[in-house]
């Protein structure tokens, strides 16, 4: 919207307030048919009192303001818009008709030459395009602007796909140049507008190859200095030359490598791969160790000194020779990264690779720069790295052991099939369950049955066949019967006794971890059923005591024995509960 900014008066202010608020009777009383005030200026962009009305879309307004006999509707601002302009840019089609219709005349800016079709496409209003297409001369559509845009250009970087459409059916003109030598193909994949330029791809002349702008660049060069990845897609599956260099002796795999986009680079090195496969094998392997007539550096130093390491990187990993020796001084990226005091550069150098030894043509080589007392901190930078080699060697060693371990536990075992008649190999779901099965060797050194091969004799697993699955099944089955329970705990009375005639003394609740076969054979000593609440009440007591009363010496010598074993028990109990 248009910012009237601190310039207004009170009036204007009220007025502006009143047309926002579709407030007729006030606007009349502020006089806004009043010939004075119809044709005044706000600020200093010389806004009408229409104009504003139509920037707010308030058709009412526009309609009561145009009736007036004292109206110019014709009356343009500072820049030469008139209220069409505004409609046009604005997108509002009903007030747009409004005005054509009542005699607005569709008029090109004497300024800037822009005409509302202009406006339109750039701010993909397609009904009013639309309407303009269907009223408006032809010949207008491929009028061009002070700067040499046209409609198609703008709606080609608007990426409005409909509008280019219709604008090709109305013979828009694809092959008009701007005087910056630009087309609406190289704005298309400028914006990275895939849709566009597919159908401009479409027009006959149209060239994919076309060295655009001052530097001389392809669209696929425009596309991959601003990393677009579906217009590279587009541009390299309709045959665009990935090897045409611009002015400054750029291919688009260094705009991409430029861009810092490692999508975009990833693309493009994938491309140049295939071109390899096919053809230009000689270009391929000196594409990469191409030294650039502009700064004299290949592409691999260029990244490296800019710091864009991980492009670099990428780089790195297509096997390229990482020690290249620059024509004219013999340095490598090295060499160039210790001359330049680039402390990031240097250490992704000796990451990757780069000889230390190799001198350059003043006989200069990493080793005889670390003697020189200005650059002592080499050696901190190569200790660095070292530890960072191992550092990572070790997580890669544990990661990959992770994973052999994790394919350990899975055996496979052959199964029958009876439809195909043939073994299948099965995962054995019982084996990956039992996983106490450890590897066992004979006298002779040959595996037993059941065994399992360790990760470190190059197998992911071990193959058995029916028989030994069969033994381990029974294994299993006999290892289940056989074991028992977990004792549970319990609570059980400590009784101690006179020594003279055998009566109970005291009595209390002792907690321990006793077997089910203990508890059986103890079973007419001890009242075991008896719950912790019920222990303290007078009948179980009185019938604990009856049955001692009456009770032999020996069955007193029997009890006795019974409570130190219980003791016994409960301190152990006791003692491994505190471990």
Known sequence: MIDFGKELTSKQKEIIKAIETSDYSYLMDLGILEPNVLNYNFTVDEISPLICAVTKGNLGIVQMIVASSTLNINYKDAYGFNALHYAAQYGHLSIFKFLYRYGCRYLCSKISKIMPLHLACKNAH???????????????????RDNGLTCLMYACMAGHKEIVKKLLENEADPLLKTPKNTTALYLSAKKGNAECIYHLLKCEGIDINEKCDNSESTPLMAACLNAKIDAIKLLTFKGSDILIRNRNDETALDCAALSDNTRAFLRMIEKTIKLNQ??????????????????????????????????????????????????????????KAIKAKNKKAIGFCLYIGCSKTLKNNNGESFETFKEIPEYSYLETIEKKIKFTKVKARKSIHK?????????SQYIEAPQFNSKSSHFSLKMNARAIKNRSVQREKSEDGTLKPNSVLPPDDGHDGFIRNLSTIKDEDESVSTRKNSSVKKPRKTALPHVTFDTKDGTPI??????????????????????????????????????????VEGATEEYKKKISEQNARLRDLQKGYRRTKKL
Not at 303 to 329: E, F, M, P, T
Not at 399 to 407: A, D, L, P, Y
């Open 126 to 144: 397609e009904d009013v395009v639309d309407y303009i297409l269907e009223n408006v001369e032809p010949c207008l559509i491929n009028r061009q």
């Open 278 to 335: 096919n053809e230009n094998e000689d270009e391929f392997n000196s594409i990469f160790n191409y030294e650039n007539k502009v700064c004299g550096l290949t592409l691999l130093t260029r990244l490296i000194l800019d710091g864009r390491l991980k492009v670099a990187k990428i780089l790195y990993n297509s096997k390229i020779k990482v020690d290249y020796q620059h024509s004219a001084d013999g340095d490598t990226a090295l060499h």
């Open 399 to 407: 990661i990959h052991m992770s994973r052999v371990r994790r394919k």
């Open 506 to 547: 005291s009595s209390s609740r002792r907690s321990s971890r006793v077997s089910t076969s203990s508890k059986r054979e103890n079973k007419k000593f001890i009242f075991e059923t008896v719950s912790p609440p019920m222990l303290n009440s007078p009948k179980n007591f009185t019938k604990f005591s009856s049955d």
